[in-house]
């Protein structure tokens, strides 16, 4: 059966659309995006925009800090038991801050997103090797 040619490059040019826009989307467990990951967490508390620059601060120290202590144990060959203790406190400290920040509210639904993340990140599907 013969095809019209306006079907066929209606068909190709929808086919290369498709293959673009899924050429321009992120891996699926890639490496999030940090300044989305804070725009859409202030958006999710209702931050003020007086507490926008201090949750943002107290977010970059935090992140500064666990890379450096990262550096360090990869340097030290730190084990992992110690290495996981030492991010906790630098969370820890960094939750202590966004303490005065935040109302009752918006402290609790953040510990709230902090948990969920950590879930996924701990539960997440193992990578499965391509069939040979």
Do not use: C, W
Request: glycine share 2%; hydrophobic share 40%; charged share 25%.
């Amino acid at each position: 059966m013969k095809k019209p040619p306006a079907l066929v490059g209606t068909l190709s040019a929808l086919t290369l659309a498709a293959a673009v826009a899924l050429a321009q989307t992120p891996p699926a467990g890639g490496p999030p995006d940090p300044q989305a990951r804070v725009a859409q967490i202030a958006k999710d508390l209702a931050l003020t925009n007086a507490q926008k620059p201090q949750f943002q601060k107290i977010l970059d120290e935090e992140h500064a800090n666990l890379v450096a202590s990262m550096k360090q144990e990869r340097e030290q060959n730190t084990d992992v038991q110690t290495a996981h203790q030492n991010h906790q406190k630098i969370e820890d400290a960094a939750m202590a801050k966004l303490k005065p920040v935040l109302n009752d509210e918006q402290y609790k639904k953040y510990q709230e997103i902090v948990e969920a993340e950590a879930y996924a990140r701990h539960h997440r599907a193992p990578a499965v090797a391509p069939a040979t």
